[in-house]
C-alpha cells in the first residue's frame, strides 16, 4: 500500500487497543483511510427508494415461490403467507438476489436441468436478516 501510495498505518496490537478500546487484536492491526462504516439498513433503503424513484415497482411482503417461463417471460408467484398486496408478478427479465436463501428458491426457478446440475453445492454458514439500531448514531460517526 506504501508503493502505491495508498494512507494507511501499521499499529501494534497494542496501539489498536488504544485507539479503538472496544476491539481487541491478537497482532497488529491496519488502519486504511478510505475503510468505512456503512449503515446497512439506511443503504439498503436509500438504494430501494432511489429505484422506485427510477420507476421500479416495490413490492414488500412478497416471498417468492416460484419463477416460471411464461411466452418469452416470467412469471413470479409469491408463497401463500405473503402479504403483499400482489400474489404474481409477470416480467420480462429475473434478477434472484437472494444471498444465503438461494438453495431453498433454486429448484423452483424454472432453471435447465444441465444447468442446476453444473451448479457447485451450496454450504450456507449464516444468515442474518437483521440489524440493531445505533446506541447512539452520533457517536457512531466519530470513528478514530
Ligand atoms: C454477520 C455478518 C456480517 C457481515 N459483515 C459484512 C461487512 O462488514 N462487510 C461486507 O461487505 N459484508 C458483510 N457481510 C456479508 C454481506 O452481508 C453479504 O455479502 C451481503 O448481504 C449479500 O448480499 P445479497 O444481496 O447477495 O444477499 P442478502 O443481503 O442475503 O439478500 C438476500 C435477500 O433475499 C431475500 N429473499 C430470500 N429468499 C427470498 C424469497 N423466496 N422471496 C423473496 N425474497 C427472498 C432475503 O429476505 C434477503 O433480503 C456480513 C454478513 C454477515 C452474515
Keep these: 500500500m506504501t508503493e502505491v501510495g ?4 501499521l499499529l501494534t496490537a497494542e496501539e489498536a487497543a488504544e485507539r479503538w478500546p472496544g476491539i481487541r487484536t491478537n497482532g497488529p492491526a491496519m488502519w486504511h483511510a478510505s475503510a468505512g462504516v456503512i449503515d446497512a439498513q439506511t443503504t439498503v433503503r436509500t438504494m430501494v427508494d432511489a429505484a422506485v424513484e427510477l420507476g421500479a415497482a416495490l413490492f414488500t411482503g412478497f416471498t417468492v415461490a416460484s419463477v416460471t417461463r411464461s411466452g ?42 444441465g444447468f ?16 440493531f439500531p445505533y446506541a447512539n448514531p452520533d457517536e457512531a460517526m466519530d470513528w478514530p
Excluded: K, W, Y
Design 72 to 113: 418469452a417471460g416470467f412469471t413470479v408467484t409469491a408463497t401463500a403467507d405473503s402479504t403483499a398486496a400482489v400474489s404474481v408478478v409477470n416480467a420480462s427479465h429475473v434478477i434472484v438476489a437472494a444471498g444465503g436463501f438461494l438453495p431453498g428458491l433454486l429448484g423452483e426457478l424454472s432453471l435447465p436441468s
Design 116 to 131: 442446476l446440475a453444473a451448479l457447485p453445492t451450496f454450504e450456507v454458514r449464516q444468515e442474518m436478516a437483521f440489524h
Design 6 to 9: 495508498i494512507e494507511h498505518a
